[in-house]
Every structure is written in structure tokens, then in C-alpha cells.
């Protein structure tokens, strides 16, 4: 161990490599429960891309596996320490290297934050709309890694569509470059879209190549309350139906919306089952939401209260945003789950979720993406309790198998990492995973790209 620590020190400086076992062990996973974590042997912390690639030559030489990290604020295990591992923590490579408002491009380092990029990207007038909820600390690597979606999706799409083009470091230090910077291009396999969403487990992404939007005007939304998940779910229905298409229509039942007044003693409405946000940030918004008020009380809310301006409809989406945070505080320790489900049956979704936590006597709010059917299950619980913590791994189970019941998916956007890897195998059929594993060993033969991972 001590070869592989002077070698990697050999071409790095002397603060990018950490073997200070407390700070391996505040490394060493991701928010997600149930995930277990190895003992790394190392933290590296490069800042250029011939950094990485000295640390991938070593690794490969070596047969060390190497976990890449963003900012791990993920929730599915995926950036947690294998047994003996390299940590590659990538947040040092925080550059943003160029801001093109011609071909509306920006060019970034995988450890910029999301905020920050959206910031810098407005001073030009343009967007980059991907919003995870955690955008304030989650890194574009990070985002890139697990395919990540956030609460504009059901207008704007998900991280997928706005990547380009990568700079992406093989297992064995080789420097591949995928995509493009024009707004058209079908040369070859699509290897972009291939290593998003891949969790790191075909290469390590040094630089991306991002498509940016022209800035819209500012939103403005509605809260309608409901008296049950069902009213609100048809009212997404209706909605989607008459050929909408909000900048974001947010879901919240009542547990989570009790949650987050005692979190923010924002004043939310508790009387009520479930919360619908919809918002338009087209020039002229309310003519739709003058529409989706009417659809709203056609499908039996009980109240619909526009946003008088754009600040107080940004009061709104702060609570949404608020809405994981303030589950987690309700017992010490939460699962959230990301089973995403045709829109038709989301209803049926969030009423087999409220039986699940009936049957296993636990606390499961539910907030949604709703306008794209994706839930976020988030289960509440005492992790010091075994029989507690128990229960709650076994709905968590449950929440997944019904999803998969309702022809959805296991994740809409948090990804698979450890969590959820067994339910994949089930989603995906033996020929989808031989197909997968045959892809994983053309970019990484040896094995040594987060390992244990997806599949």
C-alpha cells in the first residue's frame, strides 16, 4: 500500500493525496442508508485532467479499484467506498472554462455546483435547466454520473438532453472525447448518452460540453389544494390532457407538507391530502393559469390560490424543494425513494404507497414530480430501532415492486449505485444485463470503475 501511495504522490501534490483515517471515513459514502461502505485506501483530490489520468494508469497498473465522488449528495450508495479503494474525489476540478452565448454552449469542469453554473450562465441571458433539488451542493459530475433530473423536467427534460459532448478518462488512462459542440450530431454510437446516467462505471468524467437555453421570464404559479391524492393526480391528468406544458407541476401530500411547516413554519395548508404547484414561465402566464385553475376545481380542489408575483411564487418552490430535508427530520433518518410511473397511474401510486405504510406501520411522505410521474417515497424512520429500520427496508422493497406493477421504473433519477442494484437485475431481463455487462467490459476489461455498482 505504501508503493501505491508514493507512486500516486509521485505526479500529484502533496495535499491531493489523504490517507488521514478520519477523513477517509467522512469520505467514504453517500447520503443513501442501507448502502454498506468499504475502508478506502486512499483520497485523491486532482485538479487537472493529467492528474486523473496519472491516478487511473496507477490504479490499472496496480488492479486497485477507483470510485469516483462528486459532492455525494446522492441516494443510492453510488459514490461509497469499495473495500481498498481509491476515492477519486473530483470537486477540485471546479473550473467553468467557457460560456458560449452564440452556440449557447457551456464548457465545464465535473466539480462545478449546479447553482453556480446556473448563475453564471444568466449573466448572458441564457439557462441551464437541469434543477435537482440539491442544486445548491451537487456538483455537474455528480449529476452527469447518475443521470439526474430535478423539478423543471416535466417542460425542460432531464440531464441527459443538455449533455454534448465528454472528456471522459478510461480505466487505463487513455482520453476519450465524445459528442460535439453543434446543435446537430449523428456521427457514430451515441457513447454520450452511454456514459450518462453510468455511475461511473465506463470512465471518469474530466470535462462536459453543456446546451443551454435561452433564459425564460420568471415563473409564476398556483397552489391548489386537494381533498385527496386522487383529485390531485386526476387534475395532473386533465392538465397534461389539455396540452399543457408547466415549467414544473409539483406534488405534495399532507405528511410532507406537515413536515415542512415544522421544519420552516412556512404555514402550509395541513388540512389538506395533497398540494399541487403548477407554474408557466411563458411570457404571458395567466391565461394557463387562468386553465389550470379551472381544471383544478373541475377535479374537486377545495381551494387554488395563485402566486400574487414571482417572489411569492418562489416561496412556493422553496418549500417544494424543503420537502426532503424536512421528511428526514421527521424520525432522524429517511429512505427516499425515486419510482417514476406513467402519469395515469400515478394515483394508483401514491394510494399503494399510503397502504404500504398502513401495512408496515411507518411514516411515508410523498412529494412528486408529478407532471412527469415521478414519486419520491420518502421513508420515515428511527434507524436506532431495529425492528423499525426493518420495516422500513421492506416497504422501501414494497414502494418498488409497486412501481414496477404500474409499468414504471425503479429510479426516475436518482440512479441505482448499491440500493437498488437486485431490483435493476428485475427490471432489465437477462439480455438487457448480458448486454450491459458485455458494454462495461469494452470500456473497463479489468473491472477496477467503481465495482459492485448498478449491476
Known amino acids: 500500500m505504501s508503493e501505491l501511495i508514493e507512486q500516486l504522490r509521485s505526479a500529484l501534490p502533496a495535499d491531493a493525496v489523504q490517507t488521514d483515517p478520519d477523513v477517509l471515513r467522512a469520505y467514504a459514502a453517500d447520503t443513501a442508508g442501507f448502502c454498506p461502505a468499504g475502508r478506502p485506501a486512499a483520497l485523491v483530490l486532482p485538479r487537472t485532467v493529467e492528474q486523473v489520468r496519472h491516478v487511473l494508469r496507477t490504479a490499472h497498473a496496480r488492479q486497485v ?96 438532453e443538455y449533455v454534448l459532448g465528454l472528456d471522459v478518462v478510461l480505466a487505463d488512462g487513455r482520453l476519450l472525447s465524445t459528442g460535439r459542440r453543434t446543435a446537430k450530431g449523428v456521427a457514430g454510437y451515441d457513447l454520450t448518452r452511454l456514459i450518462v446516467g453510468s455511475e461511473g462505471s465506463l470512465g471518469i468524467v474530466v470535462r462536459a460540453v453543456l446546451g443551454l437555453r435561452a433564459q425564460p421570464p420568471r415563473q409564476l404559479a398556483l397552489a391548489a389544494e386537494f381533498p385527496s391524492t ?24 399532507r405528511t410532507t407538507l406537515r413536515a415542512v411547516n415544522e421544519m420552516t413554519r412556512m404555514g402550509l395548508p395541513e388540512t389538506t391530502e395533497a398540494l399541487l404547484l403548477a407554474a408557466f414561465d411563458t411570457p404571458d402566464p395567466a391565461p394557463e393559469l387562468h386553465a389550470v385553475e379551472e381544471l383544478c376545481t373541475a377535479a374537486g380542489a377545495s381551494e387554488v390560490v395563485p402566486a400574487a408575483d414571482p417572489a411569492e411564487s418562489e416561496l412556493l418552490l422553496q418549500a417544494r424543494r424543503a420537502a426532503l430535508t424536512a421528511l428526514e427530520a421527521v424520525k432522524g433518518t429517511s429512505m427516499i425513494d425515486d419510482v417514476c410511473v406513467p402519469r395515469s397511474r400515478l394515483a394508483e401510486m401514491l394510494e399503494g404507497t399510503a397502504e404500504i405504510a398502513e401495512r408496515y406501520g411507518l411514516t411515508i ?24 429500520a426493518r420495516r422500513a427496508r421492506e416497504s422501501f422493497d414494497a414502494i418498488m415492486e409497486l412501481g414496477l406493477r404500474l409499468g414504471g421504473t425503479i429510479t426516475g433519477e436518482h440512479g441505482v449505485g448499491l440500493l437498488k442494484k437486485d431490483w435493476l437485475a428485475r427490471e432489465l431481463g437477462e439480455v438487457s444485463l448480458e448486454l450491459h455487462r458485455a458494454v462495461k467490459a469494452a470500456f473497463d476489461p479489468t473491472g477496477i470503475l467503481n465495482p459492485g455498482k448498478l449491476f
Open 230 to 253: 386522487a383529485a390531485a393526480c386526476d387534475a395532473v391528468c386533465r392538465i397534461m390532457a389539455a396540452g399543457h406544458t408547466p415549467a414544473l407541476l409539483e406534488l405534495m401530500d
Open 365 to 388: 411522505g410523498v412529494c412528486a414530480h408529478a407532471g412527469d410521474g415521478n414519486t419520491h417515497p420518502t421513508v420515515c424512520f428511527d434507524a436506532a430501532d431495529e425492528d423499525e
Open 65 to 160: 479499484p477507483v470510485v469516483p465522488q462528486g459532492a455525494r449528495t446522492g441516494l443510492s450508495g453510488a459514490a461509497n467506498a469499495v473495500e481498498g479503494c481509491l476515492l477519486l474525489s473530483l470537486v477540485r476540478m471546479d473550473r467553468i472554462l467557457e460560456i458560449d452565448p452564440v452556440d449557447r454552449i457551456a464548457v465545464v469542469e465535473p466539480g462545478v455546483v449546479n447553482a453556480r453554473l446556473s448563475r453564471a450562465v444568466a449573466e448572458h441571458g441564457l439557462s441551464y435547466p437541469p434543477d435537482p433539488s440539491s442544486w445548491e451542493t451537487c456538483t455537474i459530475g455528480g449529476n452527469i454520473g447518475t443521470g439526474s433530473g430535478g423539478l423543471c423536467c416535466v417542460k425542460y427534460g432531464v440531464t441527459a
